[in-house]
């Protein structure tokens, strides 16, 4: 980024001089020199832009997610390490349910089409107060800060059931999801580590209630 500071310097300089030459001669000296300034300047121009695309290309490529376009794990690592205190923040991990079947069933396009839905309807669902990424695979989570932040999840929460239970792919199949969150304020957690592992930790409690009652559904109807 040094050299595109450098680059956004000369561009002032050239106009300057396109504008003191004419008062310093009027020869054909400086008409060579007036088109010369004036090339530089529209070459540096072009370059400027070139790395601006670059940069902000790298950028996305480094802190987003290439298949969401939500923020990444090292997005929600750097969110992380800013944060100082969990005693106004609130944070929710959840899992997709059977991802692999879905893969293994209707293929990888359509598991692709629900990690986008589900990542879409995230986003959207935390809103502008909260932090929504994808830590990886079929794992995402969401952060909000500030006094309200255990209120802020609560309404994330019922936000998102509503939407993705509404919700359906393109093969009419609905999207099912496991949720843990966890709260500063009334988690007693000593740093943001302990928040989010106590979520992650209800989350999959949460997916073992439903394995757990899917097993007892089938013998039941196995016995009937």
Same mark, same amino acid.
């Given at each position: ?11 002032? %300089? ?29 070459? #540096?121009? %072009? ?8 940069? !902000? ?11 969401? +376009?939500?923020?990444? &794990? ?23 349910? #059977?991802?692999?079947?879905?893969? *293994? ?28 990424? &994808?830590?990886?695979? *079929?794992?995402?989570? %969401?952060?909000?800060?500030? @006094? *309200?932040?255990? $209120?802020?999840?609560? !309404?994330?929460?019922? &936000?998102?059931? @509503?939407?993705?239970?509404?919700? +359906? ?23 943001? $580590?302990?928040? %989010?592992?106590?979520?992650?930790? $209800?989350?999959? =409690?949460?997916? &073992? @209630? ?5 097993? =007892?559904?089938? !013998?039941?109807?196995?016995? *009937?």
């Amino acid at each position: 980024m040094n050299k595109m500071k450098y680059l956004k310097l000369i561009n002032p %300089v050239f106009l300057i001089l396109i504008v003191l030459i004419p008062s310093v001669t009027g020869s054909i000296f400086h008409w060579s020199l007036l088109a010369a300034a004036v090339v530089v300047a529209l070459v #540096n121009s %072009v370059m400027i832009y070139k790395m601006t695309e670059s940069y !902000e290309a790298l950028y996305r490529f480094s802190y987003f997610d290439s298949l969401t +376009r939500i923020p990444n &794990r090292l997005s929600t690592d750097l969110y992380c390490s800013r944060v100082h205190s969990v005693e106004q923040l609130s944070v929710a991990v959840m899992d997709l349910d #059977n991802l692999k079947k879905t893969n *293994d069933r209707y293929g990888h396009l359509t598991g692709d089409e629900l990690l986008i839905q589900f990542a879409s309807i995230l986003a959207r669902c935390a809103g502008p107060d909260g932090f929504a990424a &994808r830590n990886g695979g *079929d794992e995402f989570i %969401v952060f909000f800060h500030g @006094e *309200d932040a255990c $209120r802020m999840m609560r !309404e994330f929460r019922d &936000r998102l059931e @509503e939407e993705i239970g509404a919700a +359906r792919l393109s093969n009419g199949s609905g999207i099912r999801y496991s949720l843990g969150s966890a709260c500063g304020p009334s988690d007693k957690c000593r740093d943001i $580590r302990a928040l %989010v592992s106590l979520a992650d930790e $209800r989350m999959y =409690c949460q997916k &073992r @209630e439903k394995k757990r009652s899917c097993s =007892c559904g089938k !013998e039941a109807a196995e016995n *009937d």
